[in-house]
């Protein structure tokens, strides 16, 4: 196990505010800010599957938990208000593209006029000082084509998931440019608020029980001994464990919180993805992944003609965020995977330890080197 004291950083008892606190990415969040010292007050729905990394890391006794929803203004002011958070990270989301296609409405209340909520009770809340937005990688206009997008590529969205989040990033947009000017930041007479939005790829990991993505569908799967059918083998993706993100977001958020009116120049748009050479395609995951668990895992190809469209080529430039914010993926593709079928692993035989186990990965990712971080770079380019 690797050593579970956090390093004495700046995020000790520093209060955040963290919405979508009971899905995966934010159940994660969670973990990793309480490791750090910080205080942390969660608002979020009941978890959205059973079981949840809510329940079965016992997230609820690492922060404030309460229950509300972001379209929800009276209650979403007053928890925020309350608790006078410095920092705010919205995760929050209705978060599945098939969902999107049953549930357009509510997709996009939650998503559009829920992220509009969050920040308009950021305006009544004087304590808050920095704002990370989550969005995807999916808010770009996808044209299909072979190289990474940029954050000055344009916003679009076939399906209603993909374009709620294009909505999202446009609504965090006005925001800053209407109520927090980037030129005014922590000027005289100006305001104390930077907000920025973070757009990250596919994410991976321990405690994903969401219905209709490919981790998940594996590991079901794989625990009941059936083969798994995946659709779109071919369709490429910017697959990265979870944890790489969410130290983008720490970083963005750290950067955004100098005391100085320089934090404006990083209260823009990134995005946070793998290397290029870990963009692989849906069956190189899922042979890994069979590989990897072993015994009774197979998977089989899903002849359905009848499933609603999804990109089948996307990747993200993370240029802005190496430069900016000195951030770069650390983890292979293949470790990650290694340490998700771990997770599930260790939930199987000691379900009881896995906030224990949890905390582990992610001090053991902490703890990594920068040496260690450009190795893997360097490893993933002499792929091409």
């Not at 989550?134 to 770009?140: E, I, M, S």
Request: hydrophobic fraction near 40%; aromatic fraction near 10%; proline fraction near 6%.
């Amino acid at each position: 196990m690797e050593d579970l004291v956090a390093p004495d950083t700046h995020w000790r008892n520093r209060r955040v505010f963290l919405t979508g606190h009971t899905g995966f990415k934010g159940g994660w969040m969670a973990l990793w800010l309480s490791w750090l010292g910080a205080s942390v007050r969660g608002y979020a729905l009941d978890p959205s599957t059973s079981p949840s990394l809510f329940n079965v890391a016992n997230i609820g006794s690492v922060l404030e938990d309460v229950r509300g929803d972001i379209r929800d203004a009276a209650s979403l002011d007053r928890a925020m208000q309350e608790f006078a958070p410095e920092v705010v990270f919205h995760m929050a989301a209705q978060p599945l593209v098939r969902l999107s296609y049953q549930d357009p409405i509510g997709t996009y209340e939650t998503n559009v006029i829920g992220t509009a909520r969050v920040l308009d009770a950021v305006r009544r809340t004087p304590s808050v000082r920095a704002v990370v937005s989550v969005t995807t990688d999916k808010c770009y206009e996808n044209k299909e084509w072979s190289w990474p997008y940029r954050e000055i590529d344009p916003l679009g969205g076939y399906d209603p998931y993909s374009a709620s989040k294009a909505c999202a990033e446009i609504v965090s947009a006005s925001y800053r440019q209407s109520f927090f000017p980037i030129e005014q930041l922590r000027q005289p007479g100006g305001h104390q608020v930077a907000v920025a939005t973070a757009r990250a790829g596919n994410v991976i990991g321990g405690g994903d029980w969401s219905t209709d993505r490919l981790i998940p569908d594996l590991v079901r799967g794989f625990l009941s001994g059936d083969p798994v059918r995946i659709r779109r083998p071919h369709a490429i993706r910017p697959w990265q464990h979870v944890l790489e993100p969410l130290c983008g977001y720490l970083t963005l958020a750290e950067k955004l919180l100098m005391p100085g009116p320089e934090a404006a120049r990083f209260a823009t748009a990134y995005n946070f993805g793998p290397n290029r050479g870990d963009a692989r395609p849906v069956s190189w995951i899922a042979d890994r992944m069979t590989g990897f668990w072993g015994e009774g895992a197979s998977w089989v190809l899903d002849e359905d003609r009848d499933s609603p469209h999804e990109a089948n080529y996307l990747q993200l430039d993370i240029s802005r965020a190496d430069h900016d914010l000195q951030w770069a993926p650390r983890l292979r593709l293949e470790t990650a995977l290694d340490w998700l079928v771990a997770w599930y692993r260790n939930w199987q035989s000691t379900p009881a330890s896995i906030q224990s186990f949890s905390l582990s990965q992610i001090a053991r990712y902490h703890n990594l080197s920068q040496h260690e971080a450009i190795s893997a770079v360097s490893a993933s380019q002499q792929d091409h």
